[in-house]
C-alpha cells in the first residue's frame, strides 16, 4: 500500500503508470490529492463465478483498504459502471465504493457511492 506522499508521486507519473489518454490527467489530479490517505492503485482482484476463478481485473483504487474508487470520464454513467464496482465490492468484501466521472461540468455531479 502507498501514501500519496511517497516519492514515487513526487515525480511526473510516466504514461504506462497510469490510464491512456484525457484518464491519465484524472488519475493524475487524484493521486496528488491523496497525501496522507493510504491507497492501492490498480490493484489487482481475482474474480470468481460459482467458485471458479474467471479472470482478474483491476481496481483503480484501494482507499484505506476500505473503499473502492473507479474513475471515469464518459458521457453519462451507465449501469453497467456500476455493476463493475458492485462485482470489486463482493469481490474484495468490501461496503463502499465511489464511482467518479470526470466528463461533467461539476465534479459534484459525477460522483456516485455505492453501497452493499
Excluded at 63 to 79: F, R, T
Excluded at 88 to 110: P, Q, T
Aim: positive net charge.
Amino acid at each position: 500500500m502507498e501514501r500519496g506522499s511517497s516519492p514515487s508521486f513526487r515525480r511526473r507519473p510516466e504514461s504506462s503508470d497510469l490510464k491512456d489518454g484525457i484518464g491519465c490527467l484524472y488519475n493524475y489530479g487524484l493521486i496528488s490529492n491523496l497525501r496522507e490517505v493510504r491507497y492501492d492503485r490498480q490493484k489487482e482482484i481475482s474474480l470468481k463465478y460459482k467458485g471458479k476463478d474467471i479472470g482478474k481485473h483491476r481496481v483503480d483504487y484501494l482507499v484505506e483498504s476500505e473503499v473502492i474508487v473507479e474513475l471515469k470520464a464518459v458521457e453519462s454513467l451507465h449501469k453497467i459502471y456500476e455493476a463493475q464496482v458492485l462485482t470489486y465490492l463482493r469481490a474484495l468484501d468490501k461496503r463502499v465504493g465511489l464511482l467518479l466521472n470526470f466528463n461533467v461540468i461539476r465534479l459534484k455531479e459525477g460522483i456516485q457511492r455505492l453501497i452493499i
